[in-house]
């Protein structure tokens, strides 16, 4: 079931929280420089992971700190061409693969509920429109609940009732 929520998604019940990132993102701009300044572990491990695994477009990474949801990065853009420069703009065809890979990913750990933003219509450049339609249709085959966070409201929890109580 997907059901669309306003509110911070730093106040989500769901057990997992997804995002779009690009390949060694600085993590400087949009939800990424959130999650960086909440969860700075995170990052440091981001980076790390990117040096030593060399994930691809359409890849995911998940992460789990300490009474943190699972954080999955969803790589919807290429790395940037040098060091300290902007990473190419998002694509539907990495989105596409990325939420498979997360719907995989999910289902592997046992996670019953994901909060998701408007993946890649920030810095990735993506139009929420066909954004929205790609989570709709990956999202479908999740069996657990998926919260799609289509307008941000800072320090607002959303409204996630009717979970059947597997966001608890």
């Known amino acids: 079931m997907i059901k ?18 690009a390949i060694n993102d600085d993590f400087k701009h949009g939800l990424a420089a959130q999650l960086k300044e909440q969860w700075p572990a995170l990052y440091k491990d981001f980076r ?3 040096k030593t695994a060399s994930p691809k477009e ?13 954080i999955f990065s969803l790589f919807t853009q290429a790395e940037a ?3 300290g420069g902007h990473p190419p703009k998002a694509s539907i065809q990495n989105l596409n693969h990325a939420l498979k890979n997360l719907v995989k990913e999910l289902d592997a750990q046992g996670i019953s509920s994901v909060a998701v933003t408007k993946i890649s219509t920030g810095v990735g450049g993506l139009d929420w429109k066909d954004v ?8 479908a085959h999740f069996e657990g ?13 959303a409204s996630e009732e009717n979970c059947c109580g597997m966001c608890n």
Request: hydrophobic fraction near 40%.
């Open 81 to 83: 061409s040098h060091e």
């Open 48 to 50: 790390h992971f990117c």
């Open 132 to 139: 929205k339609g790609v989570i709709e249709k990956d999202l």
């Open 58 to 70: 359409g890849d995911v990474w998940a992460w789990k700190g300490a009474n943190t949801p699972v």
């Open 4 to 21: 669309e929520v306003e509110g911070d998604i730093f106040f989500t019940k769901a057990h997992a929280l997804a995002h779009g990132i």
């Open 145 to 157: 609940k998926v919260f799609l966070y289509s307008s941000y409201k800072q320090k607002i929890t």
